[in-house]
């Protein structure tokens, strides 16, 4: 059943009764304390439910300046038109911010590929970012390539030049029975508002998993050295036309450190075999064909540029600054990943959360117009770029700015200028459905404050706190000194099953409903975190360690 919202007429007088009657009953020592948060409410959502621009944002971020790949010209020409529109809004503000070196960007400017023989049929496919052009359309036969242990590489010795190669094993593919797209059921919702306070430390890989890591980069190597015309696999998911694409693989980076492997794909690693992902019934057919032993050829065209003009990535950061003569200059900061991959337009991932986040700064900025003042402290927008790669902006930056983490529940190695200044940081990258609530990072001592910001939104199906960790995305970079940052809990959609990474992340993909709660919701959260006396409460770290300054 579609929600839906009350008019802002009836709400505003709904709130207003509610408001006056618990100022009547309150006792005098709650009296004290402003009810900001049910006086602006309204203003809140007339602005995001009624007035909302966040459509049109998400529909220019990917239609008009998608996809937005990191070192990409598109990139820039999106965050540009996004420091243009903050402009047109009143948000003066606005800025680049360099990070980096990011190293060499790509863009695609070309890209076909047919088989030929035995009989000619297209092959839904995507090329991979960082993988070298053809110079023109190339022929090659297909052979497949099946490497599991170390004898294995002796067979294929002297065989793959010029080759087609057929990398990853075919992907079973059964019928849907279950909806592409779903929501969190109540059940879903209990069970993370019931989950444990999450253990400390990151992402941890077994030995096996590491092993192989290693050995299939050694087969990409092989491969390499071989002189293949071309790589092809089936990706990880996608079907029924989905097709799962990141970044071509490049050899050495077995042997390289954690901060030269992060950035291998940018860097001038030489020829990089061309390579595309190919949708898994294609793969499938040409698997099947060369191992019943018939003649598979095929014509690849790909053309792409490197751009080596600028190594350095950039950041958008924009602010409305603050006017409490005690607190001004502490900051709320909210935001999401702006960059994407390639073969979609990055709706999902992450117009979505990016085209909300601009939303927000749009909706306070009226709000407080409609006011007549500032907020009390700074807010701050940031579109972040390289997150895809490994929340390389984000991390950066915080870097730069707050501080240099240390090990996982431990203070950070030194602090920066801004350490003791931002309150929160509020993030959102989980697709384009609602919000149903918050993740606390193992901060119980939010949850009495997050229940009372939530608690307006129970009739948008917004109302669970869990204490567990969200993964993944941005907000990472400042949980992990220490600064509270947040992901929202969001109904899935069909982000995992076919948009997430694929070349269906397209704006058709996106829930309007869903994006207009997610930004009244933060920009409810935005502003009581600016309006409120204290800062947010901070996990308890061990601080024994810390230096003063930033390395």
């Known amino acids: 059943m579609k929600k839906i919202y009350m008019s802002r007429t009836s709400r505003l007088s709904l709130l207003t009764s509610i408001t006056l009657a618990l100022l009547f009953l309150a006792p005098p020592t709650a009296q004290s304390q402003p009810v900001v948060e049910d006086s602006v409410l309204p203003l809140i959502e007339a602005q995001g439910l009624e007035e909302s621009r966040v459509m049109e944002i998400a529909r220019m971020m990917t239609d008009v300046y998608g996809p937005r790949l990191t070192g990409s010209p598109q990139l820039d020409?999106?965050?540009?038109?996004?420091m243009d529109q903050l402009a047109e809004w009143g948000v003066t503000d606005s800025r680049l911010e360099e990070w980096g070196p990011f190293g060499r960007g790509w863009?695609?400017?070309?890209?076909?590929?047919?088989?030929?023989?035995?009989?000619?049929?297209?092959?839904?496919s995507q090329p991979k970012a960082w993988s070298s052009s053809t110079n023109g359309p190339i022929t090659g036969e297909f052979v497949v390539v099946e490497i599991k242990e170390e004898s294995d590489f002796a067979r294929y010795d002297g065989a793959l030049t010029g080759k087609f190669v057929l990398m990853s094993d075919m992907r079973e593919v059964k019928p849907h029975f279950e909806p592409l797209a779903?929501?969190?059921?109540?059940?879903?919702?209990?069970?993370?508002?019931?989950?444990?306070?999450p253990g400390v430390g990151g992402r941890r890989y077994s030995e096996e998993q590491i092993a192989k890591y290693l050995f299939d980069q050694k087969v990409t190597e092989f491969i390499f050295s071989q002189g293949a015309a071309a790589i092809f696999d089936s990706g990880w998911k996608g079907d029924l036309g989905t097709v799962a694409v990141g970044q071509a693989s490049v050899p050495g980076s077995t042997s390289m450190s954690w901060y030269e492997r992060r950035s291998a794909w940018h860097h001038d690693a030489g020829y990089v075999v061309p390579q595309v992902a190919v949708n898994s019934e294609d793969y499938n057919r040409l698997?099947?064909?060369?191992k019943a032993g018939i003649s598979v050829k095929g014509e690849l065209d790909l053309r792409a540029k490197f751009h080596d003009e600028d190594p350095m990535e950039y950041n958008v950061i924009a602010e409305i600054p603050g006017t409490d003569p005690l607190i001004g200059d502490e900051i709320v900061m909210f935001g999401g990943h702006y960059d994407s991959w390639h073969a979609g337009t990055g709706a999902a991932d992450n117009a979505a959360g990016s085209a909300v986040m601009m939303e927000v700064m749009r909706i306070l900025k009226n709000v407080y117009g409609e006011l007549g003042r500032g907020p009390r402290r700074t807010l701050r927008l940031a579109l972040w770029t390289g997150e895809e790669q490994g929340l390389l902006g984000s991390r950066d930056w915080v870097e730069e700015h707050v501080a240099v983490a240390g090990d996982p529940g431990q203070a950070p190695k030194s602090i920066g200028s801004e350490y003791d200044k931002i309150s929160a940081y509020?993030?959102?990258?989980?697709?384009?459905?609602?919000i149903r609530g918050i993740y606390l990072q193992g901060n119980e001592q939010l949850r009495p404050i997050f229940r009372r910001w939530l608690a307006p939104f129970s009739d948008m199906d917004a109302s669970t706190i869990t204490v567990s960790n969200a993964t993944g995305t941005d907000h990472l970079s400042f949980d992990a000194v220490g600064v509270p940052g947040f992901q929202f809990i969001q109904d899935s959609i069909d982000y995992g099953t076919r948009a997430h990474h694929t070349n269906m992340d397209v704006y058709d993909r996106l829930v309007e409903d869903d994006l207009k709660q997610a930004a009244t919701i933060i920009a409810s959260f935005v502003y009581n975190t600016s309006e409120r006396n204290e800062m947010i409460p901070r996990k308890d770290l061990r601080h024994d360690l810390v230096e003063t300054g930033t390395e």
């Open 107 to 124: 863009s695609l400017e070309r890209f076909s590929f047919h088989v030929t023989e035995p009989n000619i049929f297209l092959v839904n």
């Open 182 to 197: 779903t929501r969190n059921t109540p059940e879903d919702l209990l069970k993370l508002a019931n989950a444990g306070e």
């Open 287 to 290: 698997y099947r064909m060369v």
């Open 77 to 82: 020409r999106a965050s540009a038109w996004a």
């Open 426 to 434: 509020y993030n959102l990258d989980n697709g384009a459905g609602r």
